[in-house]
């Protein structure tokens, strides 16, 4: 401490002033966050913790209206009451805020065997910057080839593991064979590692977010091509003799077989139904019309998903653009179907 000539205490009148001003900043901070602390933890989700020291606070959003539905144009609710999840139809803030507090881990698994590993690249680079951002993830990804899987900077709390798998000669059977894998890797290791599974394609590029949303027990995804169709025009298996049949009266949705998910428990029922149905028509050398989808679309038909995503969260631009369409976050990669899947018609259209 010092003392001046006069014997004022200077050392004092300083920290005086600075506590004062201390004092001010802080009560200034405190009104600050508890104003616009949600937001700034949506800039900054990993200082969550420091501004609200672990508690939540007062969250401000605007009240649902019972007279007001946010979509009328399109269904976004079944009549077992899963919710159909469409732009609009929720708060993402509201959702995170509940995802948060239960430090949810998703694992986002997609194959990429033989060919297919060429659309890894873009798959992941989009989903860092779209798929559940702020929330732990793992990419797991199913592959004959790891060394031509490509290191990508991830961002904190999320990784990626390769996972090496047999690939099968018919593409066919590369497809449905991940129902096997998926199943497998569920009771073994995803129990452990994640909450959440959300089983995708790989020849797709995110293009808008992704988030907690989609999550539910068991989900499955309206497929682009026929959310307008009516029962008669869904691609259902329709020999009776097949595991996959569903009689031309039956059905509610047609589901892609590109992305479903749910808990570990459910993505093991899901996928374990499914396989052994392609094993019982495999003994009966049959091979339903659309492969693992149309086994998908039978197990939702008598196992009803408790969400179902719209097609905003899976969509082709061969399609063009409907107005009922406000987003396109996971669009479909244009690929050379024969030149992806078949040895033999590369050659072929090379020589051409
Ligand atoms: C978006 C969507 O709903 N896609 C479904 C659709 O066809 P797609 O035409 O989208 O099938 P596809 O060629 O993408 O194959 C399905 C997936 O299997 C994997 N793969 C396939 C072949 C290969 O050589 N290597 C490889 O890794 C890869 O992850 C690929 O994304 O119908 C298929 C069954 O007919 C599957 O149900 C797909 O999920
Ligand atoms: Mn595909």
């Known amino acids: 401490m ?3 000539a006069n014997g004022r205490d200077c050392g004092q009148k300083i920290s005086l002033k600075k506590l004062s001003i201390l004092l001010i900043c802080g009560v200034f901070a405190f009104f600050a966050f508890s104003r616009y602390g949600w937001k700034v933890q949506e800039w900054y989700p990993k200082y969550r913790y420091i501004i609200f020291c672990g508690e939540e606070k007062r969250m401000l959003y605007p009240k649902p209206e019972t007279l007001k539905p946010p979509r009328t144009d399109v269904l976004t609710i079944t009549p077992w009451l899963a919710p159909i999840v469409w732009n609009g139809t929720y708060n993402i803030d509201v959702l995170n805020a509940q995802f948060h507090k239960r430090g949810v881990r998703v694992g986002l698994t997609i194959f990429a065997i033989k060919k297919y590993t060429v659309f890894v ?3 992941v680079e989009t989903a860092e910057k779209f798929f559940m951002v702020g929330h732990k993830v793992n990419y797991y990804v199913f592959t004959d ?3 031509d899987i490509p290191n990508i900077t991830l961002a904190e709390g999320r ?7 047999p ?5 066919q059977e590369v497809s449905m064979r991940r129902m096997e894998m998926i199943r497998d890797f569920s009771s073994q290791r995803f129990i ?3 909450d959440y599974l959300v089983c995708v394609d790989v020849d797709m590029r995110f293009s808008d977010e992704v988030g907690v949303e989609i999550l539910s027990d068991v989900f499955g995804t309206l497929h682009p091509g026929f959310y307008g169709a009516g029962r008669q025009g869904f691609t259902y298996e329709r020999r009776p003799e097949s595991q996959a049949f569903i009689p031309g009266d039956e059905g509610d949705f047609y589901y892609a077989g590109g992305y479903f998910g749910g808990t570990i428990e459910e ?14 028509d495999r003994e009966n050398k049959l091979e339903a019309v659309w492969h693992d989808e149309s086994y998908l679309n039978k197990y939702f038909l008598y196992h009803k998903p408790t969400k179902i995503l719209s097609v905003e969260y899976l969509w082709d631009n061969g399609f063009g653009v409907p107005d009922i369409l406000k987003r396109r976050r996971f669009v479909a990669v244009p690929k050379n179907h024969n030149a992806i899947r078949n040895k033999r018609s590369i ?5 051409a």
């Open 145 to 147: 080839r790891p060394n």
């Open 167 to 171: 690939s099968y000669q018919r593409w």
């Open 267 to 280: 993505v093991y029922k899901l996928t374990n139904f499914c396989h052994n149905a392609m094993m019982t």
């Open 192 to 194: 452990n590692e994640v």
């Open 347 to 351: 050659r072929r259209l090379r020589n």
């Open 159 to 165: 990784q990626l593991v390769v996972l090496i798998v």
């Open 121 to 123: 690249q873009t798959f």
């Open 2 to 4: 010092t003392t001046t």
